[in-house]
Every structure is written in C-alpha cells, then in structure tokens.
C-alpha cells in the first residue's frame, strides 16, 4: 500500500509562487510514474502534470505550460511542482497520485487571490 502525503499548498497573491511536495511511503516510488491533479469547486479532477520514472520525460496541461514545473527526487521519494506565476484560476485542491494504480494523497488546498 502506497501513502502519498502533500504538503506546501497556502494562500497567495496572483503573480505568487508556491512549491508543493508529495512525499510516499509503502512502494517503490523509483518504479512510479507521478502525477499532479487538481479539483477546483463544482469541477472535476484534471491533470496537472506528470512525470515519467526517471524524471526525463514530462507533461502540462496547457493551462499551465511555462509556468509550472513537476520534478522529483527518487532518493528521498518525493514529487514537487513548482507553481510560478499564479493566477485566480489556479485555486483548487491539488493531488499527488501514482499513475495506473490509483494511489492517492489527500490533497492540500491552493488559494490564489486577485
């Protein structure tokens, strides 16, 4: 059983940064591909980012190519996503998850005020 826990979310100003970290236990994170999701109030669930097992190889929805950027440590089982440039849009609660198994963090609240 993977535990994902995340942590960094807050509230900022538009135009703020804010990094968030996902730390798992219980697996083989190295094997794992990554992924950030976010939900924001009366929407679904969309994919953030992803990022392949050895960190080579990502992916953004376009909402937030160039100013996100997904990243993880294996060493330390760890998945970050730098979120520059911040707007309204971006609140939500954001998800760390395994992809293809359905492991999931219980997510950390992101306000972004105008």
């Known amino acids: 059983q993977v535990q994902l826990v995340e942590s960094g979310g807050g509230l900022v100003q538009a135009g703020g940064s804010l990094r968030l970290s996902c730390a798992a236990s219980?697996?083989?994170?190295?094997?794992?591909?990554m992924g950030w999701f976010r939900q924001a109030p009366g929407k679904e669930r969309d994919v953030v980012a992803r990022?392949?097992?050895?960190?080579?190889?990502?992916y953004y929805a376009d909402s937030v190519k160039g100013r996100f950027t997904i990243s993880r440590d294996n060493a330390k089982s760890t998945v970050y996503l730098q979120m520059n440039t911040l707007k309204p849009e971006d609140t939500a609660v954001y998800y760390c998850?395994?992809?293809?198994?359905?492991?999931w963090g219980q997510g950390t609240q992101v306000t972004v005020s105008s």
């Open positions: 990022i392949s097992v050895s960190g080579m190889t990502t």
């Open positions: 998850a395994v992809i293809n198994y359905d492991y």
């Open positions: 219980g697996g083989t994170f190295s094997s794992y591909i």
